[in-house]
C-alpha cells in the first residue's frame, strides 16, 4: 500500500486523527471525492507483483463481498518527455459506482 484514505462522516474523522491520516468526508448523499497521486518509484518499491489499483473495503472488519471492489490502473509516460520518470495513471474507476449507489 502506497497511500490509504478513509472515507468517513465528518464527525468520525477525528477518531481516525483528521485528514493528515487520509480522512475524506463522506457527504449525505453517498458520495466522496478525493486525490490520489503516487510515484510510480513508489509502488514499484511496495509490489510484489507490480500490480496497481484502487481497493475499496468495508470499514471495521466487516466482510461483505459486494464492497469489496478493485479498479486497476496503470502507470504511463504521460506527455512530458523530461525522461523523470513521472507521468499520469489510468484505469477505469467506472466499477466504484456500484459500491457507492448500493450504499445509498
Same mark, same amino acid.
Given at each position: %500500500?502506497? +497511500?490509504?484514505? =478513509?472515507?468517513?462522516?465528518?464527525?468520525?474523522?477525528?477518531?481516525?486523527?483528521?485528514?493528515?491520516?487520509?480522512?475524506?468526508?463522506?457527504?449525505?448523499?453517498?458520495?466522496?471525492?478525493? &486525490?490520489?497521486?503516487?510515484?510510480?518509484?513508489?509502488?514499484?518499491?511496495?509490489? +510484489? &507483483?507490480?500490480?496497481?489499483?484502487?481497493?475499496?473495503?468495508?470499514?471495521?472488519?466487516?466482510?461483505?463481498? /459486494? =464492497? +469489496?471492489?478493485?479498479? /486497476?490502473?496503470?502507470?504511463?509516460?504521460? +506527455?512530458?518527455?523530461?525522461?523523470?520518470?513521472?507521468?499520469?495513471?489510468?484505469?477505469?474507476?467506472?466499477? %466504484? &459506482?456500484?459500491?457507492?449507489?448500493?450504499? %445509498?
Amino acid at each position: %500500500m502506497v +497511500e490509504q484514505k =478513509w472515507v468517513l462522516g465528518a464527525e468520525y474523522h477525528s477518531v481516525i486523527g483528521g485528514a493528515a491520516a487520509g480522512a475524506v468526508e463522506l457527504l449525505p448523499d453517498g458520495s466522496f471525492s478525493t &486525490t490520489v497521486t503516487v510515484s510510480k518509484d513508489a509502488a514499484d518499491a511496495k509490489s +510484489e &507483483t507490480g500490480s496497481y489499483g484502487i481497493y475499496t473495503y468495508a470499514a471495521s472488519g466487516a466482510v461483505h463481498a /459486494p =464492497w +469489496e471492489l478493485s479498479a /486497476p490502473i496503470t502507470f504511463t509516460s504521460g +506527455e512530458d518527455d523530461d525522461d523523470d520518470d513521472t507521468g499520469t495513471g489510468g484505469g477505469s474507476l467506472s466499477g %466504484m &459506482t456500484n459500491l457507492f449507489g448500493s450504499l %445509498m
